[in-house]
Each structure stands twice: as structure tokens, then as C-alpha cells.
């Protein structure tokens, strides 16, 4: 009986050091999990960062594309004003006289409303901030020209990368 005892014992230290080692292996499994985890959590931070740096840069871009559609925009008024203001023989000889002189006071008085139309201190401030980003981004895209890398001219000029490649593609294709 005594054999029985002491074979009933071994068995069960053996059984308790087999439990001790899947306890070991699974916490060494555990701990490799959470190391994993932290990696990709720094990783998801990291890209996280840089989507956010992408957004801002997306929308300072947005802004000078805004500002050029606008000019546009002022330019084709301007184009439509001045074809409107200068008589075409075939088209206004059907009109008596009086019917000239309105339509040229109402073409002249529509363009002095925009002539008198005052920027104040903000509008100002605005179109400083867009003629500088305007120029950065013609500086861009001439240091561009000269061979400098997308990283070196975006910390030079101090934006981001993606807003650098942005206007190297499209202020490089307008100027070209």
C-alpha cells in the first residue's frame, strides 16, 4: 500500500508540474500578446497622427484651391462685364437709342458695385493669408524645379509632406 501511496504521489507532482508549465507557457503567450498589442497600438496611434496631419493639410490646400477658383471666378465677371460693355455692331443696331443707353448705365452701374465694395480689416487678413500661401506653394514648386526632395522642401517651407506633393502637382500644372 505504501507503493500505491508513493506512486499516487509522483503522479501527482507530475500533474502539478505540468499544470506549473502550461500556466508558464500560456502566461509567456499572454505577455507576447500584449507586447504585440502595444506595438500595433503605437502603430494605430502613428497612422492615426498622420491622417490627422493629411486632413489639416487637405484642408490648408483646400483653401488655396478655393482662392484660385475664385480668382477665376472674378476673372470670367470681369470678362463677361467687358464683352457686355463693348457694343457689337450686328447685335445692339436693332435697339433705338434709348434702349442703348439703359443697357450700357445698367452694365456700368453693375460693374461699380463691385468697385466700391470696400475689404475690410478681415477680408484683408484673408487675401494676405491666401497671396502667402499662394507663394509657398509657387516656392514649392520652384524648389521642386531645382531637384529638391518632397521632405526637404516641405521642412523648409515648413508644411507637410502631403500638402507639398498637393501643390507641387497642381500649382506646378497651372504654371506649366
Do not use: C
Amino acid at each position: 500500500m505504501d507503493a500505491y501511496v508513493i506512486l499516487f504521489i509522483f503522479f501527482g507532482l507530475i500533474l502539478i508540474l505540468w499544470s506549473l508549465r502550461s500556466i508558464k507557457k500560456d502566461i509567456e503567450r499572454g505577455e507576447k500578446i500584449l507586447h504585440e498589442s502595444e506595438k500595433a497600438q503605437k502603430t494605430l496611434s502613428q497612422l492615426l497622427n498622420e491622417a490627422i496631419e493629411t486632413i489639416e493639410e487637405l484642408d490648408s490646400f483646400g483653401e488655396y484651391i478655393i482662392e484660385r477658383i475664385e480668382n477665376k471666378v472674378r476673372w470670367a465677371k470681369g470678362e463677361i462685364l467687358d464683352i457686355e460693355a463693348t457694343p457689337v455692331k450686328g447685335n445692339t443696331e436693332h435697339l433705338n437709342t434709348e434702349e442703348k443707353v439703359e443697357k450700357t448705365a445698367e452694365t456700368k452701374s453693375y460693374a461699380g458695385k463691385e468697385d466700391y465694395i470696400e475689404p475690410g480689416n478681415d477680408m484683408q487678413k484673408d487675401e494676405n493669408k491666401k497671396r502667402s500661401k499662394e507663394e509657398l506653394y509657387r516656392k514649392a514648386v520652384e524648389l521642386y524645379k531645382q531637384g529638391y526632395t518632397v521632405e526637404q522642401i516641405a521642412s523648409s517651407l515648413n508644411i507637410g509632406k502631403g500638402e507639398a506633393k498637393l501643390a507641387i502637382r497642381i500649382v506646378g500644372r497651372e504654371s506649366s
